[in-house]
């Protein structure tokens, strides 16, 4: 696709954000990168430069409104055009329904999906221009509730829904759109709950690593590059005809149809 393309990633600075960022640079002459964490972006942006694209980084919160507006315009300013958002940002605490704040809720909300709508709606014009892709990560817990997962789950759904109904409008204006429902993929983040997990319940790390996948009911967890590659499908010309489409990957942990 290179052709002066130019995607925008964010939650850049580490797992599948870091992962798809990388793994675009091998098909958009620009990858822009957003993410909180300054010094873990600047390793991204170093990675995108190698694999053989140019990186534009920008450190900021997308809970603050100002911050879609400075991302666009700044992408914008720098190559004139966006062809690919992929909204990858926003944790979600594994709270128990019944302990959960008010304050937790909204932090939530705010991030993944308040962040990546109002990324989306201030992208869209461009995305007209270029008849360009957009991609909402999701997660398996919205097929899949359960009491300790709700904010996860209820956010992780709202994604889902609201990736279609951007899709609906993206057929009139030829924007493509669509969500990734990954399952318990191996990040950072998910390394270091089990640091802390393991100890507390009597169990190595790898100990509780291996019983995580059993109870499961799958394999293995994910990589985020396995994340990475399903992204790049979706924003690469092969699937311009997938549009309102929500795809798992998660080795069969929903089973559901």
């Excluded at 140019?54 to 450190?59: H, V």
């Amino acid at each position: 696709m290179k052709n002066d393309s130019v995607a925008i990633v964010t939650g850049a600075s580490q797992g599948i954000g870091r992962a798809t960022a990388i793994r675009l640079a091998r098909d958009f002459s620009a990858v822009v990168l957003a993410a909180r964490n300054k010094d873990e972006l600047e390793k991204t942006a170093t990675a995108v430069n190698f694999a053989g694209a140019e990186s534009l980084a920008y450190a900021l919160d997308l809970r603050e409104p100002a911050s879609a507006d400075i991302l666009v315009q700044g992408a914008l300013g720098h190559f004139g055009r966006i062809d690919a958002l992929l909204n990858i940002a926003g944790a979600v605490p594994q709270i128990d329904l019944f302990e959960m704040t008010d304050a937790q809720w909204d932090d939530g909300l705010a991030l993944k999906l308040h962040g990546a709508r109002r990324l989306t709606v201030r992208a869209w014009d461009a995305l007209k221009a270029s008849s360009g892709s957009v991609v909402l990560i999701s997660g398996s817990a919205a097929l899949d509730p359960k009491p300790g997962f709700a904010a996860v789950a209820a956010i992780n759904a709202a994604i889902i829904a609201i990736a279609k109904a951007f899709a609906e409008q993206g057929i009139q204006d030829g924007v493509q759109v669509n969500s990734v429902v990954p399952g318990a993929v191996m990040t950072g983040r998910r390394e270091s709950f089990f640091k802390k997990w393991a100890p507390a319940h009597n169990l190595t790390v790898e100990e509780a690593t291996k019983k995580f996948p059993e109870e499961t009911g799958i394999a293995r967890f994910g990589k985020p590059e396995e994340i990475a590659d399903l992204m790049a499908f979706l924003v690469s010309p092969a699937a311009k005809w997938m549009t309102g489409a929500s795809l798992r990957m998660d080795g069969g942990e929903v089973k559901g149809i």
